[in-house]
């Protein structure tokens, strides 16, 4: 049994590409969260939402909490992004296994 | 402010060692926890504390002590190492009231031989 479900867990691009990274949680939240994971280890947050939409320069969130889902937009995707994505939920934290993106020059 | 600081950043132990991996945050957070990462099975919650004085176990407990005597330190201990406790370790810290924002410490990449 996974509370959260990513999809895709691995995904390949193309600079400049548009990107969209899924997460399905069976739970019900206060939060939910997208992680950034980059090589090397370290975990940052990347954004915290618990309605609607947020922007952070060319990365988009958005949660639909009726449907349970939220996405993660990369807009003009750089080789820089290449690393795993995790979306998280609650205080408690359910994690979902990540999807490693790679962005191709 | 120095966030979350974990130490040792990597760390081998022999089959039965115990060891202790140190975890402090000096945002007040109310909210600590401890998490072990393995391939393919994303980050998973060992033990968490509310609180100075409160701990309580996630999801995967055995073979692991926690305490939290203060606010800023929330140290976790390998009993007795085995091979399965190979993995990487992650604290991290929130405040227990909204935002939740959560903030991981560096990590500790434990081998168990």
């Known amino acids: 049994k996974n509370e959260v479900e990513q999809s895709p867990q691995n995904l390949t691009a193309q600079e400049g590409e548009f990107i969209t990274i899924n997460c399905s949680y069976s739970v019900g939240i206060s939060a939910l969260h997208w992680l950034q994971q980059h090589p090397g280890g370290g975990i940052v947050s990347l954004f915290m939402l618990s309605s609607g939409k947020k922007k952070h320069g060319r990365l988009i969130a958005t949660i639909n909490i009726q449907e349970k889902h939220s996405s993660l937009h990369i807009t003009a995707s750089h080789p820089r992004d290449s690393a795993v994505y995790i979306c998280?939920?609650?205080?408690?934290?359910?994690f979902g296994t990540g999807t490693s993106l790679t962005v191709i020059p | 402010n120095a966030g979350v600081t974990q130490t040792p950043k990597f760390q081998v132990l022999k089959t039965g060692q115990s060891m202790t991996l140190q975890c402090a945050q000096d945002?007040?957070?109310?909210?600590m926890s401890w998490y072990r990462q393995d391939p393919g099975m994303g980050l998973r919650l060992i033990h968490y504390?509310?609180?100075?004085?409160?701990?309580d176990q996630g999801e995967v407990p055995n073979g692991y002590n926690v305490s939290r005597s203060t606010t800023e330190d929330f140290p976790l201990r390998l009993l007795s190492a085995a091979p399965s406790q190979t993995s990487v370790y992650f604290c991290?810290?929130?405040?227990?009231?909204?935002?939740?924002?959560?903030?991981f410490g560096p990590g500790t990449r434990l081998t168990v031989t």
């Open positions: 991290a810290s929130s405040s227990y009231s909204p935002p939740y924002e959560q903030y």
């Open positions: 504390s509310v609180g100075a004085g409160i701990t």
């Open positions: 945002m007040n957070h109310e909210y």
């Open positions: 998280a939920v609650d205080v408690q934290f359910y």
